[in-house]
């Protein structure tokens, strides 16, 4: 997901900072925010000076545009060559301001009520303009939300995670930036805020127009010596607050650990023992490319997976986003679609595997559920009573495959019996006794099929650690896809 945090001269540093910091909590799911400027840097209404990491025009192909409050927006939106610059859609994108920078998206058109969200200093501005500013946290109407006060970012950046993803990766973001001891009442309030516009609930409580708001007086500003810093912002990087020494290891808290299966990380694993076969039912296109696949099927069982949950589907880590007693479903952004094969296409059988738990019995070997690459079927043939699969990869995964060792095919565990490490590939082959053809989707498989290949996690990384080894592909990893 590309999103655009669009700031301007006079920009408050905790709209800007605090939707950086928890957007950018999503970069392990393929989520990359960054702050967008007119010019090549701007200047907070504190005197902080932060290197634009983006052009204003990045906005425009952004999946999430999030413009950020500034003393100075009077003046943007007068100024007719910077509004020239920005085409927005909220027909496929997710828009969203704090404060007074719903005047921008009034000056853009993008406004699909005048009820706009704001703050006390704010309402004359917005009032001045011909909306109806309501003292609210926030509104959304569709693709479009406005938020009052600074730190309503969490709440728009709560609602950006909540509609592209889903409320548990939503909790997971918040949970970062939650004060400590505090975690849950801060979670549960920010959530409860952004429901309705998720969900489709009616909100609770009714506007508070601002005319019927007392508005107070402009407040007296006294002049301080502010030391100005600048804040280099690499392209692709975060913003990084240097240390003198490192952060003890006992004051970090760890994530929480909300799925049975789960290590300290949050992160799942398989061990590459199918438990049911299911077939991808209908695929339905989603804003900034994503597809919302879901899967079918009548023997897996679903009463013990949770929303935000993790399956194995053929090989990718699926993060569950709803479920019925027979059915789930999970979203795949493009970049996985190309990473992978065989998610996106109804009628597919898919192979299906909920994540170990503590003390599970591993009958395979362990999986991270992480595509390294797609691989190519070059036979499968019966040999005597087991059927022998020859796939074809890149020759940069040969340092992971070795005779005897393990391999996923389509999330199925697997030895290999032969490796052949040419030129410009890589063949191996695994045999398949009868018992492994009838409880997976693999016997469908032909000479010419793709398929999902997992290489031996600790294979990959002592290579990657000894030789240096860059395989092809593993960058586009279960997190970056999701």
């Known amino acids: 997901m590309r999103i655009s945090i669009v700031s301007f001269d006079g920009f408050s540093e905790i709209d800007t900072f605090l939707l950086l910091s928890i957007l950018n909590q999503m970069r392990s799911d393929g989520w990359k925010a960054d702050i967008v400027c007119a010019g090549p840097k701007i200047t907070s209404v504190s005197s902080v000076v932060v290197a634009s990491q983006r052009p204003l025009e990045w906005a425009n192909d952004s999946d999430v545009v999030l413009f950020s409050s500034s003393t100075r927006m009077r003046e943007v939106v007068a100024d007719s060559k910077t509004l020239g610059r920005l085409q927005l859609d909220p027909e496929r994108q997710l828009i969203g301001a ?39 946290p926030m509104r959304a109407h569709g693709n479009v939300a406005t938020a009052g006060g600074r730190l309503a970012a969490t709440y728009l950046a709560a609602w950006a995670i909540w509609r ?8 997971h973001a918040l949970y970062r930036v939650a004060p400590a001891g505090e975690e849950e009442r801060f979670i549960a309030h920010a959530l409860n805020i952004v429901r309705p516009y998720v969900t489709g609930e009616a909100a609770q409580e009714e ?32 913003i990084v607050i240097a240390a003198t020494q490192p952060v003890p290891a006992a004051l970090i808290r760890p994530m929480p650990t909300a799925v049975p299966g789960f290590d300290g990380r949050g992160e799942p694993a398989y061990c590459g023992i199918v438990q049911a076969v299911g077939k991808v039912g209908t695929v339905q296109p989603l804003l900034g490319g994503v597809l919302r696949v879901m899967v079918v099927s009548e023997r897996f069982g679903l009463a013990d997976v949770a929303i935000g949950d993790h399956i194995n589907v053929s090989g990718y880590s699926a993060k569950v986003v ?73 020759s940069a995964f040969a340092p992971c495959l070795a005779v005897k060792g393990s391999v996923a095919i389509n999330g199925v565990s697997l030895t290999t019996n032969q490796v052949k490490d040419m030129k410009d590939r890589c063949i191996f082959s695994v045999n398949l006794i009868p018992h492994t053809l009838e409880v997976t989707a693999l016997k469908a498989l032909q000479p010419g099929h793709k398929v ?31």
């Open 98 to 136: 704090q404060c007074n920078a719903s005047l921008m998206l009034h000056a853009l058109g993008v406004l699909p009520t005048a009820e706009v969200c704001a703050e006390q200093p704010a309402l004359a501005w917005l009032i001045q303009a011909g909306l109806k500013p309501i003292v609210a």
């Open 164 to 171: 592209l993803d889903s409320d548990s990766a939503a909790r």
């Open 207 to 238: 506007p508070a127009y601002a005319e019927e708001v007392a508005v107070a007086p402009e407040p007296i500003v006294i002049a301080t010596p502010a030391a100005s810093y600048e804040a280099e912002v690499a392209p692709e990087d975060e």
């Open 322 to 394: 709803a479920k019925t007693e027979r059915s789930f479903k999970f979203d795949l952004a493009t970049d996985a679609v190309e990473a992978t094969t065989g998610l996106e296409a109804p009628g597919n059988e898919v192979n299906l595997e909920k994540p170990m738990r503590p003390g599970t019995r591993v009958g395979g070997h362990v999986l991270g559920g992480q595509v390294d690459t797609v691989g190519e079927v070059l036979k499968f043939q019966q040999v005597g009573e087991s059927w022998q699969l020859v796939v074809q990869v890149a």
């Open 452 to 482: 999902n290949i997992e290489v031996d996690m600790f294979a990959r990384q002592l290579q990657q650690m000894m030789a240096e080894v860059e395989l092809p592909g593993v960058a586009k990893s279960r997190k970056a896809a999701r």
